[in-house]
């Protein structure tokens, strides 16, 4: 799947995410798993359950209890294991359960991407409930590169921010019983 059969199957699975939400998570989709199309075949790993080629596992995402999984070699460079990871349905499913795993789960990090942050967001991903094994430099230059790949790809304007103090000032206050919130691109 290319980057702009990517877009339009988020766009069409997910049509609430902002331009920003959409982006992001197709940033971090590419590079955990091309799409959930970048798994190669597990038939060498004994006692290996399931196909991961056809998991539509969108975010290399753990299995829980009782959750359909395939078993896949993961970890750092020395330290791989079998772990399971979640299959879904279709690819709808595996775009919205990677929207839960990064936005629900972790209310800051919509933040920092609401407000353009991308490196803000890789950082939060770096913290409990740990998202990544990769050292935070090495994830957020790949990163970097999958958003460069993906704009010009798609033809997106360049709306999130990997340089540190940038992107948009989002102030949440409130006043007289209400919430008010001023977004403001710097």
């Known amino acids: 799947m290319n980057d702009l059969e990517a877009k339009r199957l988020v766009e069409k699975e997910a049509p609430l995410l902002s331009p920003r939400e959409s ?9 955990e798993t091309s799409y959930g199309r970048g798994w190669k075949d597990n038939s060498d790993i004994p006692g290996a359950v399931g ?6 596992n969108w975010g290399a995402i753990n299995a829980l209890k009782d959750q359909p999984f395939f078993t896949y070699m993961d ?4 330290k791989k294991e079998p772990r399971k990871f979640r299959v879904y349905p279709n690819d709808g499913a595996g775009i919205r359960d990677l929207f839960r795993t990064l936005y ?9 991407v609401f407000n353009g942050d991308a490196r803000q967001a890789v950082t939060i991903m770096s913290q409990p409930p740990i998202y990544f094994e990769l050292p935070l430099n090495q994830y957020l230059s790949t990163a ?11 033809g997106e304007p360049d709306i999130l921010s990997f340089s540190s103090g940038t992107g948009d000032l989002l ?16």
């Open 23 to 31: 982006l992001f998570l197709r940033v971090i989709g590419k590079g």
């Open 51 to 56: 196909d991961p080629r056809t998991s539509f």
């Open 171 to 186: 102030l949440i206050a409130t006043i007289g019983g209400g919430i008010w919130a001023v977004n403001k691109w710097l």
């Open 104 to 112: 629900v789960r972790r209310r800051t990090l919509q933040t920092a």
């Open 75 to 78: 970890g750092l460079p020395g």
């Open 144 to 154: 970097q590169k999958n958003y460069e790949s993906i704009i010009k790809n798609t």
